[in-house]
């Protein structure tokens, strides 16, 4: 999953994301409430994993924006606030779950699992089966055998479907960044499966829903 970590404590929010990425996630952090703002600009995200108490926008209210503008991404609350009225109005911006500090980076780790990568079923694009949790790529019913560079863009975009993947993210998953190699590595992707990656000019690259 792509996770952006909203967290104002150093620390912790270092803690998190080395836990998170040893558990396979990608993880973009935020250390005020307005980073969360620029980063969703720019890239998509499966998960929000957010504080209240941050310095410029809290918590709160950077959800009830995201909201606001149509963002459904499911988002988990990590925060200090223990009182009832808190936990109310965090699931009433549209918080899906509210982990209270301190906390084991295990327990965030199980909620996460359980809530959101049980979701993870097959997904079926036209003659193509592909199951996100063994990576297992079907066309036709045969198994088909992307290079590892190949089956990291094609996982990226098939499972944000609908979604503008950037451009920079997707040049990450190269051995050498840059745009032209992303573009070969698309093509060849696009002639072996025969499918339609959608290039927005400026943006990034997608794959639409049939």
Do not use: W
């Not at 925060?79 to 779950?97: N, R, V």
């Not at 790529?137 to 503008?164: P, S």
């Amino acid at each position: 999953m792509k996770i952006l970590l909203l967290e104002d404590d150093h620390i912790l929010c270092e803690s998190l994301t080395e836990y998170l990425e040893l558990e396979g996630h990608s993880v973009d952090r935020a250390h005020r409430g307005e980073e969360v703002f620029d980063l969703t600009f720019d890239h998509n995200y499966d998960l929000y994993i957010l504080d209240i108490n941050v310095p410029d926008i809290n918590g709160f209210d950077v959800l009830k924006e995201l909201k606001e503008s149509g963002d459904e991404t499911p988002a988990i609350y990590i925060t200090a606030l223990t009182d009832t009225s808190s936990i109310s109005k965090g699931f009433s911006m549209g918080a899906e779950d509210y982990i209270k500090k301190p906390f084991d980076p295990e327990e965030l780790v199980i909620r996460i699992k359980n809530h959101y990568l049980k979701k993870d079923k097959k997904i079926v694009y036209e003659n193509l089966t592909y199951d996100p949790n063994t990576r297992l790529l079907q066309k036709d019913g045969k198994t088909v055998g992307l290079g590892e560079i190949q089956m990291k863009l094609f996982h990226t975009l098939i499972t944000r479907t609908d979604k503008i993947v950037n451009s920079y993210e997707l040049m990450e998953l190269l051995e050498q960044p840059n745009a032209n190699a992303l573009r070969v590595n698309l093509a060849k992707l696009k002639n072996k499966l025969g499918i339609e990656i959608k290039n927005i000019r400026g943006q990034g690259y997608m794959i639409e829903k049939i």
